[in-house]
């Protein structure tokens, strides 16, 4: 699927959005049946995967409340940086965001222990972690700061581009400028092999490594097609370094004045969709890589033994924040996955 396909259902999904007028009352049983609006914001591109299945579960929510229930949804950064969404959900300001690991992990850094290098060998092992005690655990412990996770929607495993070599062993990182998302564990993943990282916005990439701000960048491929990487970036070294979630949370705020009813129906309408974008994204994520070779970037496969032996310091410098009964804990679950 190209960016086009990708575009014209994203262009077919958005004709069935539609608007309603948000109410307000404190007493619960009233509200739920008052019409209601909520914006939802995200930083992927309007060609984005998270974007065609945000509508969806849009579409979804009000087609089961006859239209009582519209979600706005606001693509592109369009409502900020994940950064700054995240603080205006936990502000209340921000009804919802489907939103990096990285800035929602500046809230409770256990979120982060999914993203240590070279943890999963494949997504079924990660959903298990996430889908189960340690994903819940960590979805109580964003509460107070604002925060209810409806689900874990998929950002996925990613790799590595640049305009100057092919990424093969950690020597080949040396003194490259690489652009990270706002995301602990991703800088320390660099730095151990060498690289010079640092974070940017995402909506800022590309134009940052048209101008050679950075020599390269980390994603998945979904988001390499999504934004048009391949036309400033000359290499791509497959090297699932990591992987990284995009929990899609809505403001504890906003989340304490619906119904029962309602919020049951938002967090169902929310993992039934976070299981679509898993499928979309993994199925694209394999399919986009021989795309971008068409597109006549230079794919090859990176030494991944070595990459991971020359990572292994990220485990010490992170076992403090994560403890080492979690990190057992999340490699238990994705041994039997």
């Not at 500046?106 to 494949?122: D, E, M």
């Not at 950002?155 to 070599?165: K, P």
């Not at 690289?195 to 390499?224: H, K, R, T, Y």
């Not at 679509?276 to 033994?305: F, S, T, Y």
């Amino acid at each position: 699927m190209n960016v086009k396909k990708i575009a014209s259902v994203l262009f077919a999904a958005s004709l069935i959005a539609g608007t309603a007028f948000a109410g307000g009352s404190s007493d619960k049983a009233a509200e739920s049946q008052k019409p209601i609006t909520l914006n939802l914001g995200h930083g992927a591109p309007a060609t984005n995967p998270r974007q065609i299945v945000a509508l969806q579960f849009a579409e979804y929510v009000k087609a089961q409340t006859n239209g009582r229930i519209t979600i706005e949804v606001h693509p592109a950064e369009t409502l900020g940086s994940d950064r700054q969404m995240a603080e205006k959900v936990a502000l209340g300001t921000l009804d919802m965001s489907i939103n990096s690991q990285g800035p929602i992990a500046s809230y409770n850094q256990k979120l982060n222990v999914v993203g240590l290098p070279f943890l999963f060998a494949k997504p079924s092992q990660v959903y298990a972690v996430l889908d189960g005690e340690v994903g819940d655990q960590i979805s109580k412990e964003l509460v107070p700061s604002g925060f209810h996770v409806l689900a874990y929607w998929d950002n996925g495993f990613r790799h590595i581009t640049n305009n100057v070599r092919p990424i093969t062993e950690p020597a080949d990182l040396k003194g490259l400028k690489i652009r990270t998302p706002e995301d602990k564990i991703t800088l320390a993943i660099f730095r151990a092999l060498g690289a010079s990282p640092a974070p940017l916005a995402f909506g800022e990439l590309p134009m940052a490594l048209s101008q050679g701000v950075f020599d390269g960048q980390e994603n998945p491929a979904v988001n390499i097609v999504a934004a048009k990487l391949y036309e400033v970036q000359k290499y791509m070294s497959l090297s699932n370094h990591k992987y990284e979630s995009c929990p899609m949370i809505i403001s504890e705020a906003t989340w304490n004045k619906l119904s029962a009813a309602d919020q049951k129906l938002l967090k169902d309408a929310a993992v039934k969709y976070a299981n679509v974008h898993r499928e979309m994204n993994n199925k694209l994520n394999a399919d986009l890589v021989e795309e971008l070779k068409a597109k006549g970037m230079k794919v090859n496969q990176a030494d991944v033994p070595a990459l991971r032996e020359a990572t292994k310091s990220v485990y010490a410098e992170f076992e403090p924040v994560f403890g080492k009964d979690l990190i057992q804990k999340v490699l238990d679950v994705a041994s039997k996955n």
